[in-house]
């Protein structure tokens, strides 16, 4: 099981697509006792995986020491960073502490896209020393994408630029309408080239020696297994069934994307949030709608929850909107 816990809403680029509307740290963020109560309650709760993502986490001034405590309580400690801030002694560092991977974003091929996307000027630039200072201290690093109308043509050339600069693996996070992304929403793919961009990275994935693996596009499951594709992911949307996120001051909510409030760890213990919460224990039934629901992939894949509810007036239970398998839709 998979927890990713938002650890500041502080950030050094203000990117189109943030979820979070991350830039200024937000006030009350749970504090450096307070995150380790919450990696207790984490660690007790029997996930295996932390990320500790944002924001941008390497701003928070505590983030080895809680590193190293993920680390002492049996979790496997992961980022998502931008990148920039990866020094070659913070790449050593964060290993010491007992960081197994970060995952650095990388939107384009074309240095200036990704700057303007990220409204960073020398960001491409940026990301890559960090991802090249990883490789120096060994510490393993995979490159993520938020996929998009304006970059879709560019996926295999960024996995192929994976390869080649020595990271593990290429997870491509198809862009759902959260937040600043929200402005954004036409630039989002649907059904028909979806379905084709998914397609092309199973098809890449029989070509290159690292994982690629597509986000918030649950019916890459299927795919893979109409292609005889054997991949060891079980299942495709996580969402408070082997996953959950965290907000900088407590809020616990099923996905980055699905923002619906399930608890806040300051007035109720993680555990019994993830055991207890009403949306949790619903999206547990799989008891989907419309075609979701009598979908013969309904356990493998699950459908995107979070594009579900932005598409159906905030219902997580409808059916996915963007899936071409039994369904009738225009571009």
């Known amino acids: 099981?998979?927890?990713?816990?938002?650890?500041?809403?502080?950030?050094?680029?203000?990117?189109?697509?943030?979820?979070?509307?991350?830039?200024?740290?937000?006030?009350?963020?749970?504090?450096?006792?307070?995150?380790?109560?919450?990696?207790?309650?984490?660690?007790?709760?029997?996930?295996?995986?932390?990320?500790?993502?944002?924001?941008?986490?390497?701003?928070?001034?505590?983030?080895?020491?809680?590193?190293?405590?993920?680390?002492?309580?049996?979790?496997?400690?992961?980022?998502?960073?931008?990148?920039?801030?990866?020094?070659?002694?913070?790449?050593?560092?964060?290993?010491?502490?007992?960081?197994?991977?970060?995952?650095?974003?990388?939107?384009?091929?074309?240095?200036?896209?990704?700057?303007?996307?990220?409204?960073?000027?020398?960001?491409?630039?940026?990301?890559?020393?960090?991802?090249?200072?990883?490789?120096?201290?060994?510490?393993?690093?995979?490159?993520?994408?938020?996929?998009?109308?304006?970059?879709?043509?560019?996926?295999?050339?960024?996995?192929?630029?994976?390869?080649?600069?020595?990271?593990?693996?290429?997870?491509?996070?198809?862009?759902?309408?959260?937040?600043r992304a929200e402005n954004i929403e036409e630039e989002s793919l649907r059904a028909e080239q979806y379905e084709a961009v998914l397609k092309s990275i199973m098809l890449k994935q029989q070509e290159v020696n690292i994982e690629l693996k597509p986000t918030c596009a649950p019916q890459f499951m299927r795919i893979a297994q109409e292609m005889g594709l054997n991949l060891r992911f079980g299942r495709g949307c996580l969402a408070g069934t082997h996953y959950c996120i965290i907000s900088p001051v407590g809020d616990v909510q099923p996905c980055a994307y699905l923002n619906i409030k399930a608890g806040n760890v300051r007035e109720t213990p993680f555990s019994r949030i993830w055991q207890n919460s009403e949306i949790f224990l619903t999206l547990r039934t799989m008891a989907y709608k419309g075609k979701c629901g009598t979908c013969k992939f309904k356990v493998k894949c699950g459908g995107c929850r979070a594009r579900a509810a932005y598409y159906n007036a905030g219902d997580y239970m409808a059916e996915e909107p963007w899936c071409l398998y039994g369904f009738e839709r225009s571009k």
Not at 46 to 65: N, T
Not at 84 to 103: F, Y
Not at 133 to 142: I, W, Y
């Open 1 to 179: 099981m998979i927890v990713s816990w938002n650890t500041t809403n502080a950030c050094n680029m203000f990117c189109a697509h943030c979820y979070r509307d991350a830039g200024v740290k937000a006030d009350q963020e749970l504090n450096t006792i307070e995150a380790k109560s919450l990696i207790d309650e984490i660690s007790k709760s029997e996930f295996k995986i932390m990320i500790f993502s944002g924001g941008e986490p390497l701003l928070r001034s505590d983030i080895l020491e809680l590193v190293e405590y993920a680390y002492s309580k049996g979790l496997v400690p992961v980022f998502g960073t931008n990148g920039t801030l990866i020094t070659s002694g913070m790449a050593r560092d964060l290993k010491n502490a007992g960081a197994v991977g970060m995952g650095i974003s990388l939107d384009s091929m074309n240095k200036q896209k990704h700057d303007n996307f990220r409204h960073f000027p020398g960001a491409w630039d940026g990301a890559v020393q960090g991802m090249i200072n990883c490789r120096e201290a060994g510490l393993p690093f995979q490159i993520h994408t938020t996929v998009m109308e304006w970059n879709w043509h560019e996926i295999n050339d960024i996995a192929d630029f994976a390869v080649k600069i020595g990271a593990k693996g290429h997870h491509t996070f198809f862009l759902v309408p959260t937040g």
